[in-house]
């Protein structure tokens, strides 16, 4: 099963994403985590992505295309995959349509998860990962059971990213609703969105992405 977790920042993707690969072994691609990967890495693509992420804005169609053309055809996404954070163009998801028709693959279900903007802010301000093994917390909506202490590995070292901050939100925001929002129609048109209301609990939320998966 191949399916796109579609939905503004803060919505849940990512968390969403990472039970899916536990309970059904799929694979995530975040294409957020890959760059922030070469950010920390300091290749160029890195070089070239830090400051635009830092300003909210999205990083150009041709390099994330090329970016996950690439990791598309690596042997891990065989038993199927979790596209989280792309497509988030037109642009993208036209080129995404060729590189599977080409690659032999097929896309599943696209599933949107919509959250209220006031709500957003509030996720993703208060987000923090361990890091360590990169379980994702919440300051008030998914705290560690011990205080301090990651639930998955025990370590007492967290992050925040540098762009989960107020001003930089409204940024991505905006750019979400003027420049992902759009593709929503795309993929209602072909038979392939499902919408899930994510201001469901987390626990809900997962079992109505799962009620869709079958
Ligand atoms: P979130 O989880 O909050 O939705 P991501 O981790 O997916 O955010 O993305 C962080 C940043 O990386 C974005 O604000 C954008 O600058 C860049 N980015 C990630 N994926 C894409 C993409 N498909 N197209 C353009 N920019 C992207
Ligand atoms: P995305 O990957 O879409 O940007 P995340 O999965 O990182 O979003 O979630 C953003 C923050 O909100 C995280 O701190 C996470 O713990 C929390 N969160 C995720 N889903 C929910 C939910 N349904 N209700 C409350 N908080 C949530
Ligand atoms: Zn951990």
Do not use: W
């Not at 968390?15 to 690969?21: D, M, N, V």
């Not at 903007?117 to 360590?132: I, M, N, P, S, W």
């Not at 639930?151 to 901050?165: L, P, Q």
Request: hydrophobic share 35%; aromatic share 4%.
């Amino acid at each position: 099963m191949n399916i796109i977790l579609l939905g503004p920042p803060g919505a849940g993707k990512g968390t969403q994403a990472k039970r899916l690969e536990t309970g059904r072994g799929m694979i995530q691609l975040s294409t957020g985590d890959m760059l922030r990967a070469a950010v920390a890495a300091g290749t160029e693509l890195g070089k070239q992505a830090k400051e635009v992420m830092d300003s909210g804005n999205l990083v150009s169609d041709d390099l994330m295309i090329g970016l996950i053309s690439e990791r598309l055809d690596q042997d891990d996404t065989k038993g199927g995959f979790i596209l989280d954070g792309f497509p988030r163009t037109t642009a993208q998801a036209e080129a995404l349509d060729v590189m599977l028709e080409q690659k032999g693959l097929e896309l599943d279900y696209v599933i949107e998860l919509r959250v209220d903007d006031a709500a957003l802010v509030r996720r993703v301000v208060g987000r923090y990962t361990c890091a360590k093994c990169g379980q994702g917390y919440h300051d008030e909506f998914q705290k560690p059971k011990v205080e301090g202490v990651c639930d998955v590995c025990g370590s007492t070292e967290f992050k925040r990213r540098a762009d989960d901050n107020a001003e930089t939100v409204t940024s991505r925001l905006e750019a979400y609703h003027r420049q992902t929002a759009p593709i929503i129609p795309y993929y209602e048109n072909d038979g392939k969105l499902k919408t899930v209301d994510g201001m469901a609990e987390i626990d809900e939320v997962t079992r109505e992405i799962e009620a869709i998966l079958g």
